[in-house]
């Protein structure tokens, strides 16, 4: 991974950033291998342990749920104890997730089940501030590609999760499903590992003399109304919940259109890798192009995705509009998440991550949620259609900061350097 750490372009950049990025690529890919496994069984394992079939998508539910709740203490924890011990104990509550739920499949046990799973939420929470933590390590020209460096760690994981699932979950005759949680707890003992021997706190970089080591922190309503923050919230947010929504829906929608399981597993296969291959190259394309246009692109990838889905239901029109989905999602994701790192100084990191992680996390849970009853009343192409107005915000917010930018007294010197 350290080959295509993008902060070795200069020797200016600090080789703390450098390392921590590389160690939290590595950290990215077991938390995507974990994530994935827990996400292709869960729902089959609350079906097999259920007391009441009702119950069986509960412990799949938790997950995210659990991810919600704990998202925003994390940030405060993170702030607390530092990142390296804080991400230290997500990762272990992965370990403790994935033993609970071998024990309570070997044992039948449905709501010790549900407290597994919760515990692998909780990791997740801790899990999304990897890229946010590479952003806050580096100077502003280089957020993006440290950002993109994290995600690619996602690349292989995107594709080993769900083969590892396959593999694993008949390791125990005894207990199906048992063997893949056990790896699930392996990939949380190895996240520990990865982190403590080779994570190191730093200093966050301030953004700019004006919000940095030394000023006040300000209100965070102020914070929320400053465009670059809102622009960071649109793409962050509405970039996950239009992936989610269109990603829940799409193997129901292809079996619905009499294509088979596997084609739906391998549509979104592919779509992972359109979700993550775009990191080895978003940073530098932010470089060479600006974070505007880039964020723009996301947009109309995104579009791209449900104009494709619309005109057509064909198998290759599935692959080709959850293709375009994932790389739209990289590119809004990876700059929304190199503005959000512009939009606040240290001492307001943890409130303003926070609350934008509060409510990625929420949004997405809605989208998931809203997807299939959608799909089953209105259909596909509707549900495409459905997204049009969320891209449409996201473009505006995008647009405004862009013009809030061009306005020398209201640029700061983070957001020229991020959009280099």
């Not at 230290?88 to 509550?93: D, E, H, K, M």
């Not at 990791?123 to 890229?131: E, K, N, S």
């Amino acid at each position: 991974m350290s080959s295509v750490l993008p902060l070795a372009d200069s020797p200016a950049a600090p080789d703390p950033g450098r390392r921590n990025a590389a160690v939290l690529a590595v950290c990215q890919g077991l938390y995507t291998c974990a994530i994935s496994i827990d996400l292709t069984l869960t729902a089959l394992t609350g079906w097999q342990l259920a007391p009441d079939k009702a119950l069986a998508t509960l412990p799949f539910a938790l997950i995210t749920v659990a991810g919600a709740v704990v998202t925003w203490f994390a940030a405060f924890l993170i702030q607390r104890l530092g990142r390296r011990l804080s991400f230290a104990l997500g990762a272990a509550s992965c370990a403790a997730g994935g033993l609970i739920s071998v024990w309570s499949v070997w044992h039948g046990d449905f709501w010790l089940f549900c407290g597994g799973t919760a515990l692998v939420g909780v990791f997740q929470a801790f899990a999304q501030y990897y890229r946010l933590a590479a952003a806050d390590a580096v100077a502003a020209e280089y957020k993006s590609r440290a950002i993109s460096v994290v995600l690619a760690g996602g690349v292989i994981a995107a594709i080993v999760g769900p083969a590892l699932a396959a593999w694993s979950r008949d390791l125990f005759a005894q207990a199906m499903f048992a063997g893949a949680y056990l790896v699930v707890a392996a990939m949380g003992a190895l996240s520990v590992l990865v982190l403590l021997l080779g994570y190191r706190d730093t200093s966050p970089v301030a953004p700019a003399p004006a919000v940095g080591q030394g000023a006040a922190a300000r209100p965070l309503g102020r914070i929320v109304r400053s465009p670059v923050f809102l622009a960071a919230l649109a793409n962050n947010v509405g970039g996950s919940m239009v992936m989610m929504f269109i990603m829940t829906a799409a193997p129901l929608a292809a079996v619905a259109c009499h294509y088979s399981i596997d084609d739906g597993a391998a549509i979104i296969q592919w779509h992972l890798v359109g979700m993550y291959a775009p990191s080895f190259f978003a940073g530098h394309l932010i470089k060479r192009l600006g974070l505007g246009p880039v964020l723009l692109a996301g947009l109309a990838l995104n579009l791209g995705c449900a104009l494709s889905a619309m005109a057509s239901t064909s198998l290759p029109a599935f692959y080709v509009a959850l293709l375009l989905l994932g790389v739209g999602w990289n590119f809004m994701f990876v700059g929304g998440t190199t503005l959000l790192a512009q939009a606040y100084a240290p001492a307001e990191r943890a409130k303003t991550q926070g609350l934008s992680e509060l409510l990625r996390y929420a949004s997405t849970a809605l989208a998931t949620l809203g997807a299939g009853p959608l799909l089953a009343r209105a259909g596909w192409q509707s549900l495409n259609l459905a997204i049009v107005p969320v891209l449409a915000i996201c473009a505006v917010a995008t647009v405004a900061w862009m013009r809030a930018q061009r306005q020398p007294d209201q640029v700061m010197p983070s957001q020229t350097g991020g959009a280099a």
